[in-house]
């Protein structure tokens, strides 16, 4: 795949509103270029983060008073994961699956956003160029959702099998859900947790699990013909999510510019293979209210020019740009998230200006 975003604007999935219409009217206003799927965690517990794709999921308990998510490991569960494995593989098998990933679907008591966003787009009878979807990843979902006993569920390999394959049929859901109503969809893997990869807290999480684990996924997406992303708002070692196979690596780039520069050949070969960079360049926090569309402008320049600096051209560095937040903006306030994808916006088209670029292209 060769994808130019050439400074294509997406959001993060989280937005700080309690109206689906209105965030859906922010999302394709706003962000254009690639409008996403409202995730609204003001709504209720079903829809934060991990809780909104456990539907489906066998053995996951959802516990309403302690308002939490745990699996329940005791006794029997041959029989539930057998069903599982079965719609699964009558999905996903790579020689007889249907390729209907419905049996894991998100319904709209799990995530409003997603079915106004479809709703709206079914209304309007047009095909966009891109709709951006979102699903918390792997390692995320399972070291932070626990067991009966409160022992993260990642080191239960059995559960961790099943979680893998129920995020990556949520993918594939997404993905055909929205395909009718764009050119391109784009799949992002949330993994926020990765930016404590190597701590003390993981550090029995291998390198080579973390990596299979987002392949899988990255696998699924591709296998619907969509350009599959990854976002982490804080440091990691980037080159996992690029050893992944994932086509775009989506950072904090407000705070953490600089750290993709700290991994030169796994993101010169990432670009050479037809990868691209997207920067989140606008910050999630207060302190984007001290900011301005110029003042973001500058700030990506000098970090495509300090990416540059190691040996990386920088035209194609812009030519592979996708500008987004640094994260979601469901934890400010609405005056604030508005401001975000204002300035977001702002900085896409004028950075599209600066370097004279057309829309973005895509090549399978």
Known sequence: MNFEPRFLCTGIGSMPFDNPGHAIDVSLSKV?????????????LHEQMEIQYSEGM?????????ERLYFDTSGDYSDAFAEFYEAYMAAMDPDEGSGNCSALAISPDFA???????????ASNSTLP???????GPCSFA?????????????????????VKALAMKCRWQIQTFRPYAETVICFIDEPILSAFGSSTYVSVKREDVVALLAELVDAVHADGAIAGIHCCGNTEWSICIDAGVDLVNFDAFEFGETIAMYPDAVSAHLARGGSLAWGVVPTSAAVRDQSVDSLARHLEAMMDNLALKGIDKDLIARRAVVTPSCGTGSLDPADAEKVFDLLSGLSDVMKDRYQFSPAVRNS
């Open 143 to 163: 070291l932070t959702i626990v067991d009966e006993n409160k022992r993260a569920i990642y080191y239960n390999e059995e559960f961790r099998d099943v979680i």
């Open 112 to 122: 409003k956003g997603l079915h106004a966003m479809k709703a709206r787009l079914q």
């Open 32 to 44: 254009s270029g690639a409008p996403f799927w409202p995730q609204l965690p003001k709504l209720g």
């Open 130 to 136: 891109y709709v951006k979807t979102q699903t918390t």
């Open 58 to 66: 066998p053995r996951a308990v959802i516990d309403r008073e302690k």
